[in-house]
């Protein structure tokens, strides 16, 4: 008999992932919205905050995905690889490309440092923020799949 499964994240930690995205966006629309910028110069900034949350993460399930890949390949030489070479360039290269639109707008920007501050925490805040959200909704997927099979064996 097998031991008993063990989901990998706690319903705290689940929700706190779930809180501190939901936070983070929150904060940061808070600052834009209040912020005395022009129109164009508000959207490049929410611009920058879609591209940095949708591109972690991606950039976050693909190395995840070549990693698990690579370890099923050792044992199975014929196993396909989930991503493209491809694909995973253009989630790294969307995430680089993301946070250096935003550091260049905010080092180009003439706000004075603690404002900086404050963004570059916040982004940095939703950036990990989403990779959490992506891993805890991966894991308690796939949890939820091994438990309902092995009650239905066991």
Known sequence: MYPKY????????TAASYFALA?????YCLGIYNADWEL??????????????????????????NAEDKELRSENPKHRMRNTPAFTGMA??????GFAMFF???????????VKGYYIAVMLLISYSAIG??????????????????????
């Open 92 to 97: 790294v290269a969307g995430l680089v490309i």
């Open 23 to 27: 936070a983070g966006i929150f904060l």
């Open 104 to 114: 260049i707008g905010l080092f180009n920007a003439p706000f004075d440092l603690n």
């Open 133 to 154: 959200v992506q891993k805890v909704t991966r894991d308690n997927a796939e949890d939820k799949e091994i438990l309902d099979n092995q009650n239905m064996n066991g």
């Open 6 to 13: 063990q989901k990998r994240n706690t319903a705290a930690f």
């Open 40 to 65: 164009n110069v508000k959207g490049y900034y929410l611009l920058c905050m879609f591209l940095i949350i949708i591109t972690s993460i991606a950039t976050q399930k693909v190395v995840r995905d």
